[in-house]
């Protein structure tokens, strides 16, 4: 494969995880977002491990940036870099890449289905796990977790949907773009450069 093909196929990857992550501003239900997905996507063809989670978390970052200081700018008074609590989410995206790491050996579907429904357990997992530390709306023991859980149960649907959504999309639409254009049709080893 040669360099102008490596650089053409790294550029549609990430051009596909940039529109995801800022397809966002559409109005949508509440935690449906292909953030879950970009990070399988990513770990599932960059051949570039660093990449897998470089690029999905720069899209997030950038598509945060402008949500939080265009699209929500009357609740930021200030720029917003980054916004409270970033870090568990954050976190949960680069432990979602870790999983689709180990999950895509290879890319099928049962393979996209298994690391979505990951994606949505690790993000819910942790997320709301960080809802509950100093939280006095839960008391700070077992109970008080349990709770926590049980009150981001509603949330779960959207997560769920939104990985199956965009995972499918994501995957899908490159699967349709390399039978288009056979150059991005490439094995992982080729890539190494």
């Known amino acids: 494969m040669s360099p102008t ?7 549609v990857l990430s051009a596909l995880i940039f529109a995801a992550a800022f397809s966002r501003v559409i109005p949508h239900m509440p935690n449906f977002s292909p953030l879950g997905a970009i990070a399988l996507f990513g770990a599932g063809y960059f051949a570039r491990r660093w990449q897998a989670f470089v690029i999905p978390l720069t899209a997030t970052w950038l598509s945060d940036l402008f949500i939080n200081n265009v699209i929500y700018a009357k609740y930021y008074p200030d720029f ?3 916004y409270q609590g970033f870090y568990w989410q954050y976190s949960s995206y680069s432990l979602i890449s870790l999983v689709g790491i180990l999950i895509f050996t290879k890319v099928t579907p049962l393979r996209i289905l298994a690391s979505a429904l990951s994606s949505t357990t690790i993000f819910f997992l942790i997320t709301n796990f960080s809802a509950w530390p100093g939280e006095p709306s839960y008391t700070q023991d077992l109970q008080g977790l349990i709770d926590c ?7 779960l ?3 769920l949907l939104g990985d199956l959504f965009y995972a499918t999309l994501l995957f899908s639409g490159f699967t349709i773009l390399q039978r288009k254009y056979p150059s991005l049709r490439v094995h992982a080893e080729s890539l190494q450069m």
Do not use: I
């Open 80 to 82: 917003t870099w980054f």
């Open 5 to 11: 093909q490596v650089r053409t196929r790294f550029f």
């Open 149 to 155: 859980y049980v009150a981001g149960l509603p949330y």
């Open 157 to 159: 649907k959207g997560t």
